[in-house]
């Protein structure tokens, strides 16, 4: 296994080394979070009274590192991790499961074994919730990999391992009560239908809701970035101002009313939450502080998975979150 796991790696390395330039297949990470974001919204609302949670990074102690999970969804019968893998092209299997896509203009991308590696993420959550008390019995822990791209052209789809849900897959799932239900659900659990017990789903929920978990930036166009907040960046004035902006202190932002004074001066208002253990979601409008800076101040984020800090514009954020 981790033989073909590192040999798997290698082969991705070679081919980003001939066939990767600056210009690559997946054009932006941003669309990839965005693509977290869509996926995240439609499970939300094909399993009513499901939750979602993006971006848990949870602890691995083999490796003492986190791992990046990007979705794990929790309805009454299941608990599902989900990795989104939105990628267009035709894509084929190596004989060690990694994806061989080629997209426009012939451009080939590797994708490790990302059946694997869900896999993997499974283990470890299961590592995890255990640790916090939470033992998921045998059955109800499973894994998907979602490809929600219109372009997502498989050769030989019957090649593909049945945790892989292809596109035209992921657009025929039906909500969960309708009697089509298709679904991944009656597969996984063999045809069992017994719920998991109401106060065990509260515990399970609890656990995941105080997850460690990226850092979250809405920006406008529905575009989303997990990473890892750095810091403002702007005039000396703007960031005095925003000092009290911290994660040990606060929570959430958001950002609105951009008012012009012409181009050279635009401010917006950034209004943000007090971080409070006791009920972060109940806070009333009362509780939420108010600054107005420049709008070309920037927001320093390091996305996931890139080493580089990227900046955004404070005019074309709408939110962030940041994890305690
Ligand atoms: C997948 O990525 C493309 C760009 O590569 C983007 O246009 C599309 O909206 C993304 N899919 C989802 C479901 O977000
Ligand atoms: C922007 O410019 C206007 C007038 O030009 C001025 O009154 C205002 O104070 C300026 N705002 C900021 C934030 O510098």
């Given at each position: 296994m981790w033989v073909a796991l590192v040999c798997g790696l290698f082969l991705c390395l070679m081919v980003k080394l001939f066939f990767y330039d600056d210009d690559t297949l997946r054009d932006s990470d941003d669309s990839h979070f965005s693509a977290l974001f869509t996926v995240a919204k439609r499970l939300e609302k094909l399993y009513r009274g499901g939750r979602v949670y993006v971006g848990i990074q949870i602890p691995d102690l083999d490796s003492a590192s986190r791992r990046n999970v990007d979705l794990v969804l929790v309805t009454?019968?299941?608990?599902?991790?989900?990795?989104?893998?939105?990628?267009?092209?035709?894509?084929?299997?190596?004989?060690?499961?990694?994806?061989?896509?080629?997209?426009?203009?012939?451009?080939?991308?590797?994708?490790?074994?990302?059946?694997?590696?869900?896999?993997?993420?499974?283990?470890?959550?299961?590592?995890?919730?255990?640790?916090?008390?939470?033992?998921?019995?045998?059955?109800?822990?499973?894994?998907?990999?979602?490809?929600?791209?219109?372009?997502?052209?498989?050769?030989?789809?019957?090649?593909?391992?049945?945790?892989?849900?292809?596109?035209?897959?992921?657009?025929?799932?039906?909500?969960?009560?309708?009697?089509?239900?298709?679904?991944?659900?009656?597969?996984?659990l063999h045809g069992r239908k017994d719920k998991m017990q109401e106060s065990f789903r509260e515990k399970l929920n609890s656990v995941l809701g105080t997850a460690p978990i990226s850092d979250r930036l809405e920006l406008r166009g529905s575009k989303y970035v997990l990473g890892e907040f750095i810091e403002f960046k702007g005039k000396p004035d703007d960031l005095q101002k925003l000092r009290k902006i911290k994660r040990s202190k606060v929570s959430h932002l958001s950002v609105r009313k951009i008012s012009m004074f012409g181009f050279a001066n635009s401010t917006v208002q950034v209004l943000y939450a007090p971080r409070d253990y006791r009920a972060e979601e109940s806070l009333g409008p009362s509780e939420w502080q108010e600054v107005t800076v420049r709008s070309s101040t920037e927001v320093v984020f390091q996305p996931q998975n890139s080493i580089k800090h990227h900046k955004y514009k404070l005019s074309s954020v709408v939110s962030m979150s940041l994890s305690a």
């Open positions: 009454n019968e299941e608990v599902v991790v989900i990795s989104v893998k939105n990628v267009s092209g035709v894509v084929s299997l190596d004989e060690d499961g990694n994806w061989i896509c080629t997209g426009k203009h012939h451009k080939t991308e590797c994708i490790q074994n990302p059946v694997a590696e869900t896999k993997h993420l499974v283990s470890i959550l299961e590592e995890y919730l255990e640790q916090r008390g939470v033992a998921i019995p045998e059955g109800y822990l499973s894994f998907k990999v979602v490809c929600p791209n219109p372009f997502f052209s498989p050769i030989h789809s019957d090649s593909f391992p049945p945790e892989v849900i292809t596109y035209d897959q992921w657009t025929r799932l039906k909500p969960e009560h309708s009697k089509l239900s298709s679904g991944w659900i009656k597969g996984i």
